[in-house]
């Protein structure tokens, strides 16, 4: 019985609790680059999609602003050219996994074989990410490995404005003009999970936010593309 306990705590705590140390280590030194950077970082995950990220493209260049996409490897597959403009446009791409699965609620080798596909699908574009957000931001044993094996930088963020929970524009681009300042890397979402609101709201909240704000352009950025350490 004793070695049963001793073997569900081993387990738990590679899983889970290693992972999830190794993620606050990461994250705070995530940040503290950020904030030594002064810069703004704007990150949108889950897409691309055609109803949003062509037009998120559109704001973007028309205010001359970089941003970040974590992309979904079975978006990617759908939207090929979208990928590509993002790239053409001088934005930075990142792995998001492929079918968006969460690494606490699958098995634990599938953490990996999510984002390993996810990359996969990127390669096969001639996208060589260094950059890893994983499915909520989460990590399993597997996962961290993945990221460890591959040399990849865990990207978190210090604002979570929930445009996937907003159920009006305007309540976003409130809240993004109140909270944005340098040092920030804001999260945001092109791409739409089953049974969240529409990605308009992200699409117009944006819009309404880049017209408005007095940020200088220059003081945002993407992840830079040779990496941040
Ligand atoms: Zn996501």
């Known amino acids: 019985m004793i070695l049963l306990i001793l073997f569900v705590?081993?387990?738990?705590?590679?899983?889970?609790?290693?992972?999830?140390?190794?993620?606050?280590?990461?994250?705070?030194q995530l940040l503290k680059w950020v904030s030594d950077s002064g810069k703004i970082f704007l990150t949108f995950d889950d897409g691309p999609e055609i109803s949003t990220t062509g037009q998120i493209l559109d704001f973007l260049k028309t205010h001359n602003i970089r941003a970040t996409f974590f992309v979904l490897g079975v978006n990617v597959e759908q939207n090929p050219a979208l990928t590509q403009r993002i790239l053409m446009e001088g934005h930075?791409?990142?792995i998001h996994g492929e079918n968006h699965l969460h690494p606490w609620k699958i098995l634990p080798w599938k953490g990996m074989?999510?984002?390993?596909?996810?990359?996969?699908?990127?390669?096969?574009?001639?996208?060589?990410?260094?950059?890893?957000?994983p499915p909520y931001g989460k990590l399993n044993l597997f996962s961290l490995i993945y990221i460890l094996i591959n040399r990849l930088t865990?990207?978190?963020?210090?604002?979570?404005?929930?445009?996937?929970?907003q159920n009006e524009?305007?309540?976003l681009s409130t809240l993004l003009k109140?909270?944005?300042?340098?040092?920030?890397?804001i999260l945001l979402h092109d791409g739409r999970r089953p049974g969240t609101?529409?990605?308009?709201i992200t699409v117009k909240g944006l819009e309404s936010f880049l017209q408005s704000t007095r940020i200088s352009p220059h003081l945002f950025s993407q992840l830079p593309i040779n990496g941040i350490y």
């Open 9 to 28: 705590f081993i387990i738990f705590f590679l899983n889970y609790i290693l992972p999830h140390l190794v993620k606050k280590f990461w994250r705070r």
């Open 92 to 94: 930075t791409i990142g």
């Open 113 to 133: 074989s999510d984002l390993y596909n996810g990359n996969k699908i990127l390669k096969k574009y001639g996208i060589r990410a260094i950059y890893v957000r």
């Open 154 to 165: 865990f990207i978190h963020w210090n604002l979570d404005p929930k445009d996937y929970n």
């Open 169 to 171: 524009s305007t309540k």
């Open 178 to 185: 109140d909270q944005i300042q340098s040092g920030k890397i």
């Open 197 to 200: 609101f529409s990605g308009d």
